[in-house]
């Protein structure tokens, strides 16, 4: 697999593997509606944010699309989006690798580019995610060729892409999604007595159908309608999607042995349909020697409303960009992106009630879609709009903002989330834990240092942390035992030991790791009773 080699590349994936572990402070009077949703607005740096969330939510995200800066050389009011290449992708490097922690293994990542470090980028993913997980690139068109960029020289750019990875493809979960599109005019017969059994069905042409609804011609019918001619005519199609149909030819070859009957027997008698029913399937239908299609396969309920519809593919051009500004009630120049185009990557690759994450979440359109979709999120934010910006568009939210998708969602307001800053490191600068630091954090810290995986456990008042893989983690921290002396109850003795015994699953014989401030056990007796001991803060902070 190709490495991508940048000026400071090593310097910089250090730099990423040193920083910190960071606790997350609540500002509770900045959070707003329901506290217990699981939504989560963060202020500060998305690097140490990232590290701080690994403890607590690796493994556990679903979905992740973030927006991070295009590298267009361009000043922007709330970003300095003018970095040169080597710095951008010392930027992107250390946070992809926390973000694929944090990813679900059935989940998805989708990163929202222009042309302008595209490349660069996906080699990046294809270094971090692996080649084989590369799901796909797809081309969202945001603009038109008009204004003065249509004057310029060159290629006028009226798109950008959203490169998509999942974690593990041979788990990864997606659904199929659709998009509304104009009516088929292929289809152009009309079943008229679609009700009565398939034998007896008569057709006539779908013009002759259209005329005997309205009691008028076609030739009139246009001239009545004039521009609203065809959505009259698709919402007849729609509404009567059963009894339109088109056929075609159809070899024997692509069709099942058992349907080949019907086939042939349509090529026998002209005038009359044939079927083959398919248990578990949708009937096949045989009519003049051609397989028959129902307008019905084309329609469905997207947004509210009952359409023509076809799979979503990699070209995105039917998410219009119109009243952006409006959005959210938010102003965020050229930065701000459609909660429509959020809300396709949420549909794509995650359900009610997964988490999803945005780690540069600009003006918070990904929290405001979240939100809107029933998905819990957690959104980072370094700058002073984490308060200006994303937290009085979720207040808006919360209290039922009716723009975005709003509509299309049907959202009426509800909810709410809990705003944290970034506060002191788990550790401080001479190595040492933090004498204000609570067992549920350190326990927290340790067990994912070992597992690597969140612990789940946080109202655990015992020593014993878990089990993984047959091995037991145990913490003697923060007087858990009760005794804080300063040679009690965080030093491992025959007595420590022995409560840590005691609160193992009964019957349990295998090795257990135990962490705490020194051993008074001998080695020889660490052997025999399988233990192995990890001196706090040396070894957490050695593995973090």
């Not at 008009?146 to 004057?151: D, H, L, M, N, Q």
């Not at 947004?303 to 219009?320: C, F, I």
Request: charged share 25%.
């Amino acid at each position: 697999m190709p490495t991508l080699r940048w000026l400071t590349r090593d310097d910089d994936i250090r730099a990423a593997e040193t920083v910190p572990y960071r606790l997350l402070e609540e500002v509770p009077e900045l959070g707003f509606g329901d506290r217990d949703t699981g939504n989560m607005l963060i202020q500060g740096d998305n690097l140490d944010a990232l590290k701080a969330l690994l403890p607590f939510y690796a493994g556990q995200v679903q979905c992740i699309y973030i927006d991070p800066p295009f590298n267009t050389g361009q000043a922007f009011e709330h970003y300095d989006d003018n970095l040169e290449h080597s710095i951008w992708l010392g930027l992107m490097h250390g946070r992809l690798h926390h973000l694929r922690e944090l990813l679900h293994e059935t989940g998805t990542i989708a990163i929202h580019l222009d042309a302008e470090e595209i490349a660069y980028c996906t080699v990046l993913m294809d270094e971090i995610f692996g080649r084989k997980n590369r799901v796909g690139l797809c081309t969202f068109k945001q603009s038109s060729v008009s204004g003065p960029k249509s004057i310029n020289p060159g290629i006028v750019s009226i798109c950008s892409y959203v490169l998509i990875y999942s974690k593990n493809k041979s788990r990864w979960k997606s659904n199929k999604v659709y998009r509304a599109r104009g009516r088929d005019d292929r289809y152009s017969n009309f079943i008229h007595n679609v009700d009565q059994p398939y034998t007896e069905w008569k057709t006539i042409p779908l013009s002759q159908a259209i005329e005997n609804q309205f009691g008028e011609s076609i030739k009139e019918l246009k001239k009545k309608f004039n521009v609203n001619y065809e959505n009259k005519i698709h919402d007849f199609v729609i509404s009567h999607c059963k009894s339109v149909v088109r056929t075609a030819r159809v070899k024997e070859k692509d069709i099942a042995d058992e349907a080949k009957d019907a086939l042939r027997a349509s090529e026998m008698d002209g005038s009359k349909f044939f079927c083959f029913e398919r248990p578990g399937q949708t009937t096949q239908f045989f009519y003049k020697g051609e397989q028959v299609a129902i307008y019905e396969k084309k329609v469905r309920t997207i947004d509210g409303l009952r359409v023509t519809a076809e799979r979503v593919s990699e070209m995105w051009d039917d998410l219009l960009s119109n009243n952006l500004h409006k959005e959210g009630g938010v102003s965020f120049p050229k930065g701000k992106k459609p909660e429509a185009l959020v809300k396709r990557v949420f549909e794509m690759f995650s359900d009610p009630g997964d988490l999803v994450l945005d780690s540069f979440l600009g003006s918070g359109t990904t929290a405001a879609a979240a939100h809107k979709m029933d998905r819990r999120y957690i959104g980072l934010e370094i700058g002073v709009q984490a308060e200006t910006h994303c937290r009085p568009r979720l207040v808006r939210v919360v209290d039922g903002d009716q723009t975005g998708i709003s509509k299309a969602v049907d959202w009426k307001g509800g909810g709410g989330f809990r705003f944290y800053r970034l506060g002191a490191s788990v550790f401080d600068e001479t190595g040492q834990i933090r004498p204000d630091i609570e067992f549920p954090v350190l326990a927290a810290h340790v067990w994912f240092s070992e597992v690597r995986s969140p612990w789940s456990n946080p109202d655990n008042l015992s020593p014993v942390l878990g089990i993984h893989h047959g091995r037991a983690y145990a913490l003697l921290y923060n007087g858990i035992l009760g005794d804080k002396t300063a040679s009690g109850g965080n030093v491992l003795t025959r007595r420590t030991l022995a409560v840590i015994r005691a609160a193992l699953p009964e019957g349990f014989i295998g090795p257990v790791t135990i962490y705490g401030e020194r051993s008074a056990l001998a080695d020889a007796s660490l052997v025999r009773e399988q233990i192995t001991f990890k001196q706090t803060p040396y070894d957490v902070k050695a593995r973090a």
